[in-house]
């Protein structure tokens, strides 16, 4: 079987920044902007056909220019093939194209990701907290989150009933 990486480097050429494959861990980093579209051709490609979305998380790293990283995890069911895909993204612009149309398991791990890092994801219909309550300050998951803050959790007016 042909690896994926070189399909992709074949398609998307200037796209795919970097690449490794180290004992059949296919992995690469992609150009933002493409994300949508190199998934989309993972997905829908005859003798890839990576259908299953395993997994989308936030990564940080503060000392890097571009600090964050939105790792996706794909699976091919009939290949029994996986491949790791990741964009970069600044602090200051931490805007990410959403894929939940593409896999419907995104819209719950960009919200997370959005609610734990603060990624934002363009195009998700319903982008909101998900694991902490809607006044919470700051993002826990984030290597500069104080680790003893404790933040004031809201609690129900007793009046009301």
């Known amino acids: 079987m042909q690896l994926a990486l070189d399909c992709l480097k074949g398609t998307f050429g200037d796209a795919i920044l970097e690449t490794s494959n180290h004992l059949g861990n296919e992995t690469a980093v992609v150009s933002t902007p493409k994300i949508v579209e190199i998934i989309k051709f993972l997905r829908d490609t005859t003798g890839l056909e990576f259908n299953m979305m395993m997994d989308l998380a936030g990564m940080d790293y503060p000392g890097r220019a571009e600090r964050f990283?939105?790792?996706y995890h794909l699976y091919s069911l009939k290949n029994k093939k996986r491949i790791r895909l990741k964009v970069r993204?600044?602090?200051e612009n931490p805007v990410v194209p959403s894929i939940h149309s593409l896999y419907k398991a995104a819209n719950w791990f960009e919200?997370?990701?959005y609610d734990m890092f603060g990624l934002k994801f363009e195009g998700h219909p319903n982008l909101?907290?998900?694991l902490t309550f809607e006044e919470f300050v700051g993002f826990?998951?984030?290597k500069d989150y104080p680790v003893?803050?404790?933040p004031k959790i809201p609690t129900p007016?007793?009046?009301i009933r």
């Open 69 to 71: 990283e939105v790792v």
């Open 89 to 91: 993204v600044t602090e």
């Open 111 to 113: 919200r997370e990701a």
């Open 128 to 130: 909101k907290r998900i």
């Open 140 to 142: 826990p998951l984030r």
């Open 148 to 150: 003893n803050k404790r």
């Open 157 to 159: 007016d007793p009046l």
